[in-house]
């Protein structure tokens, strides 16, 4: 069966094309249909493989389909690798991908274009898994690349609204700056090792300098800030929001923006040989989820919130890469998946019913209304804050754990975000669906939730649940089973630094209690402030005005990079526009050699005078001049 | 026996009367005409050189040259009709349509 894993990427694939070619023949009902048919079918398979993995030897299994590229010694195959790694990776993609489809078809029946909108996400469902599955650096390459085109065409899926279409464009060249790096990793990497493959590469690596593959790392990791959204790359990553909200679930929350996390982890043997790299990773991580929970405390559109906090925990999972804590990153990876594509499918029902209208402050008292999407978005932002025993809480905690060994000063960014993110996400949770409705026309003209809607909402909501039975934490005794799934693929990395070592029993009881803590405060305190003492809010604003200003307005961030990049930017393309195009190649070059050939044209023609004893002359004296010539010589 | 520098002198004369004549001269049939005297010079010239070499490759190029000049002449005269017709003048001046 882990022989025809290439089927996985074949069925969306397959879906592209009916949808692509024949899509608004078949009617949106089956469009529908057929993305999610086509994931369902990857989903089965990867699930089918999934279960073969520990039979297989090695745990690993390559299915190489047929020489790519060959082009003297560069020698790239279409194979694909099966291996604990991607397979877990493989049914996050195609599971949730699956339910965010089936959501899909209730979101978008209103959309007149449903089957361009399946064809795009099948081909992203496809893209990602090309990526995961890949068992080179160049296969990788080439899913991340295609990750990030569905990423454009989806957020500017609605095109036709200039914010969304400036939101593709702007996802998409942040991106291409990391991608960039991305590229001259993948390219530093061939010529150091002579070879893209995963398994080839890993061997050598310990052989190799620490300096090339510091340099290696801190390549690839550009790409992974530019497409995790961490700093200073990140600013894509909100306005995206502009796109459908289940582009925004799938893509920007669940699978593309984790793509680095996935990297890191997969090239985990180059980021034990570079220390220097990983701290960096770590500490851009941890630098980036405080950052971004700070900014979303005083956000007001719900899917800016979300998207800030995905920026967060996407930092989260980059400071558990960092400091060699690789299956919690995939564990926080996994659980993130299922609670955060939870919440914005959330935030799209709520969207759905209130006609487009996203802003918290017109929001309010909506939990009666829109009962499965309350009770989902609740289980989906407690999970968020870390609340014990939800699928959130063992993965974040498991992170902080790690970050503890590693560094407190980290841990305790880690832990102050850990706060943040607790009130923020009920700051969200109590504007939305508690108190009164805000505005009572836009109240009473809500629609119902429908169950194709919500059927999803609940399966996540399940997982965002019972998902920290993954990685429950070893050191209390528990079984952790991700972190020995995982092990056949860290366990390389590991040998070289020595074991992994568990915090004593006691260090472990007082993090998790000190996690529990934390999520039970920043809710009490989102409780205390926006049920109980509302105006609280309002005072604390105006009293730190400049500080709250500052949060409001993301740091300037968006101002500041427009003022230094992409003003200086325009003004050399205007200066190239109007210097070396205009005047230089089209005054000078262009139009100047035909003003060249016509102006000479224009003085040689006077001599064609038409009367024939001109040209008698002419040719007299010429001859005249070529016999004294010859006379003379 | 005359000597060749004579014929060439002749031919020379010929020459320049030919050239004099198309240079000078408006009307078209008439430097048609100089043209042709121009040729015979050439042809006097080959022949005093055939003479004066004792080679017959200068006569049998001279007979070469009428052929050619015949043709040429009939080619000319039909041009030159045909012209008449179009714009009723011989008048080399008229016949200004080409000039750039």
């Not at chain 1, 200066?575 to 060249?596: E, S, T, W």
């Not at chain 1, 005078?609 to 008698?616: M, P, Q, R, T, W």
């Not at chain 2, 008439?30 to 042809?43: D, P």
């Amino acid at each position: 069966m882990s022989n025809y894993i290439w089927l996985a990427i074949v069925f969306p694939l397959l879906g592209v094309l009916i949808n692509g070619f024949f899509g608004r023949k078949l009617g949106r009902r089956l469009n529908g249909w057929i993305g999610v048919g086509t994931v369902a079918l990857s989903f089965a398979l990867g699930a089918l493989v999934f279960m073969q993995v520990p039979g297989l030897p090695e745990h690993a299994q390559r299915v190489k389909l047929w020489d790519w590229i060959s082009v003297g010694s560069l020698q790239i195959s279409l194979s694909f690798l099966v291996d604990p790694l991607s397979m877990i990776m493989t049914l996050v993609v195609t599971g949730v991908g699956m339910l965010i489809h089936i959501y899909a078809i209730g979101y978008m029946e209103h959309d007149k274009d449903v089957a361009r909108f399946f064809t795009y996400l099948n081909l992203f469902i496809a893209s990602m898994l090309m990526l995961v599955l890949s068992d080179n650096y160049f296969g990788l390459y080439v899913g991340w690349e295609l990750v990030g085109l569905c990423s454009y065409l989806l957020i500017g899926f609605w095109f036709h609204k200039p914010a969304a279409a400036d939101a593709g464009k702007k996802a998409f060249i942040v991106n291409r700056v990391g991608d960039f790096g991305f590229a001259l990793g993948v390219f530093l990497i061939w010529t150091t090792f002579g070879t893209l493959q995963y398994a080839e590469v890993f061997e050598m690596a310990p052989a190799i300098s620490t300096t090339t593959i510091t340099i290696i790392t801190a390549l690839l990791f550009v790409g992974a800030i530019g497409k995790s959204a961490q700093i200073p790359l990140y600013v894509w990553l909100p306005d995206a929001m502009e796109g459908p909200t289940p582009v925004s679930a799938l893509i920007h929350a669940a699978t593309m923006v984790t793509a680095g996390v996935y990297m890191i982890t997969r090239s985990n043997i180059l980021y034990t040989l570079a220390p220097t790299t990983s701290a960096l990773v770590a500490t851009v991580g941890a630098v980036t989820a405080f950052f971004a929970a700070t900014i979303a405390l005083t956000q007001f559109d719900l899917k800016r919130i979300l998207a800030y906090s995905t920026v967060s925990q996407l930092g989260y999972m980059m400071l558990a890469v960092g400091v060699g804590a690789y299956s919690s990153g995939i564990f926080h990876l996994a659980t993130h998946a299922f609670f955060k594509a939870l919440l914005f499918m959330a935030a799209g029902s709520v969207m759905h019913a209130m006609r487009n209208v996203i802003d918290i402050r017109r929001l309010g008292g909506l939990k009666s209304k829109l009962p499965v999407t309350y009770w989902t978005f609740l289980i989906g932002g407690l999970a968020l804050s870390g609340f014990p025993l939800t699928a959130g809480f063992f993965s974040k905690d498991e992170i902080l754990a790690k970050a503890y060994e590693f560094n407190f000063l980290l841990y305790a960014i880690g832990l102050f975000t850990a706060l943040l993110t607790a009130f923020y996400t009920f700051r969200a949770i109590i504007l939305t669906f508690h108190g009164q409705p805000k505005d009572r026309k836009l109240y009473d003209s809500a629609h119902r939730e429908s169950s194709v809607m919500t059927t999803p909402l609940v399966v996540l909501a399940a997982l965002s649940l019972l998902g920290g039975l993954m990685g429950l934490p070893a050191a209390l005794g528990l079984p952790n089973w991700i972190e020995g799934w995982l092990e056949p693929i860290l366990e390389a990395g590991q040998s070289l630094t020595g074991e992994m070592h568990h915090a004593a029993l006691g260090t472990e009881v007082m993090l998790i209690l000190a996690s529990s803590v934390i999520a039970i405060l920043g809710i009490t305190a989102a409780w205390w402030v926006y049920v109980k003492n509302p105006q609280i809010a309002e005072r604390v604003a105006a009293k730190y005005h400049s500080a709250y200003t500052v949060l409001f307005n993301k740091y300037y961030i968006d101002e500041i990079y427009n003022k230094l990049i992409v003003e200086p930017g325009k003004a050399l393309g205007r200066f190239f526009y109007r210097v070396i195009d205009k005047a230089f190649i089209d005054d000078v070059m262009v139009d100047g050699l035909a003003k060249v050939t016509k102006g000479f044209g224009a003085t040689v023609s006077g001599w064609q005078s038409g009367y024939i004893g001109n040209y008698v002359m002419g040719i007299f004296v010429g001859s005249v001049v070529i016999v004294v010539y010859f006379f003379l010589r | 026996m005359v000597h060749t520098s004579y014929y060439l002198l002749l031919a020379a004369m010929l020459f320049a009367i030919g050239a004099g004549g198309v240079l000078l001269r408006k009307n078209a049939l008439i430097i048609m005409m100089c043209v042709e005297i121009m040729m015979n010079a050439v042809n006097l010239t080959l022949v005093a050189f055939s003479r004066q070499l004792g080679s017959l490759t200068g006569q049998v190029f001279v007979f070469m040259i009428m052929v050619v000049a015949a043709v040429e002449v009939a080619i000319g005269l039909a041009i030159l009709v045909e012209l008449y017709r179009q714009i009723k003048s011989v008048n080399i001046d008229d016949f200004s349509s080409l000039k750039g």
